[in-house]
């Protein structure tokens, strides 16, 4: 069992930049996958960013170049910093962790409750 728990998420303006983080305990924190997801009310869950366990990183397009995935296997945290917000990333955002790296959500098995994220224009 692996147990998530996201914060750093807010209300902050068109512009700003915020960190998340995701902290995880359990079962051996480095050997998994972690991926950041996002949902918007009346939306399907969406994939954002993952990490695999040797660093390599991959991003949705909507968010290339303005937020970054990375982990610290040494603090069992992965973390989403987040530039350049925009109205449009308004959501909660789940990490995720898993055996295999993936984009889609129903890969997952294990979900931290989310962290909201409002973005004013």
């Known amino acids: 069992q692996v147990q998530l728990v996201e914060s750093g998420g807010g209300l902050v303006q068109a512009g700003d930049s915020l960190r998340l983080s995701c902290a995880a305990s359990?079962?051996?924190?480095?050997?998994?996958?972690m991926g950041w997801f996002r949902q918007a009310p009346g939306k399907e869950r969406e994939f954002v960013a993952y990490?695999?366990?040797?660093?390599?990183?991959v991003y949705a397009d909507s968010v290339k170049g303005r937020f970054t995935i990375s982990r610290d296997n040494a603090k069992n945290t992965a973390y989403l910093q987040m530039n350049s917000l925009n109205p449009e990333d308004t959501a909660m955002y789940y990490c995720a962790a898993n055996d295999y790296y993936s984009r889609r959500p129903d890969d997952y098995v294990y979900w931290g409750q989310g962290t909201q994220v409002t973005v004013s224009s």
């Open positions: 990490i695999r366990w040797s660093g390599n990183t």
């Open positions: 359990g079962r051996t924190f480095s050997s998994y996958a």
